[in-house]
């Protein structure tokens, strides 16, 4: 089946620092991918639909300007959580719809996550 | 996007049937139900789908009756590491459509 994949799988950082998170469809084109976080024992909240070659779509109560998203290739988007504080402590993970390549309409496929932990 | 309510939580002792079921009385035309399973620390994973009637696949069989107001996983025999959490999801067939997730199931599974 397709895969995506997320880099780095756990980062660590100082308050005030940005951190970077990759999502990358490996044997796929993905012309939108999704970003979710997860806190502990609660389930997956949609952050924004991320289009290649235009603007991210972000949901309601999500800073664009705190966590910016680039999709600069159909197999490729970057997460960015800018100047990250301790609340931004979270699972994020990414998906991206296979198309035709996955066994069931608009199925998407996950990323395995990436652990953020801000100091 | 139609809501989904469904069990917080399940326990059950290996070899047993397990049927979870996901009410969505909101469920448009257009709408499939999906089914996903997460595991601590892990991006969820795709189970079963299904538009109306029985689905079955090689690791889980999903009923929907005919007003698909409501549907069940079932999962035949569960083991140890059946032990996650599974996600009901109803979303459009439209290319792009998010995917919203409620609270989910944790299934607990013994020996």
């Known amino acids: 089946g397709a895969v995506v994949s997320q880099h780095p799988s756990w980062v660590i950082c100082k308050s005030g620092t940005s951190v970077k998170i990759e999502c990358r469809s490996l044997?796929?084109?993905?012309?939108?991918m999704f970003w979710y976080r997860q806190f502990p024992k609660q389930s997956l909240m949609l952050m924004a639909t991320s289009n290649e070659g235009s603007k991210a779509t972000y949901e309601q109560g999500v800073e664009k300007d705190k966590f910016l998203i680039n999709h600069a290739s159909l197999t490729l988007s970057t997460l960015t959580v800018t100047s990250a504080h301790p609340e931004d402590s979270s699972f994020y993970i990414c998906?991206?719809?296979?198309?035709?390549?996955?066994?069931?309409?608009?199925?998407?496929?996950f990323g395995p996550g990436t652990r953020l932990t801000v100091l | 996007l139609a809501k989904t309510t469904q069990p917080i939580s399940m326990d059950s002792y290996e070899g047993q049937e397990v049927n979870i079921t996901c009410s969505h009385n909101?469920?448009?035309?257009?709408?499939?139900i999906t089914w996903y399973q997460q595991f601590p620390s892990q991006g969820p994973r795709f189970i079963i789908q299904?538009?109306?009637t029985k689905v079955t696949n090689e690791v889980a069989s999903l009923f929907i009756p005919a007003d698909r107001k409501s549907s069940t996983l079932s999962l035949p025999r569960v083991s140890l590491s059946d032990t996650a959490v599974y996600y009901c999801?109803?979303?459009?067939?439209?290319?792009?459509?998010?995917?919203?997730f409620g609270k989910g199931t944790t299934l607990s599974v013994s020996s």
């Open positions: 998906s991206a719809r296979a198309g035709t390549s996955g066994r069931a309409v608009n199925e998407q496929f």
């Open positions: 044997d796929f084109q993905a012309t939108t």
């Open positions: 999801l109803v979303a459009s067939n439209q290319a792009g459509t998010a995917l919203i």
């Open positions: 299904g538009y109306k």
């Open positions: 909101n469920i448009a035309t257009n709408d499939y």
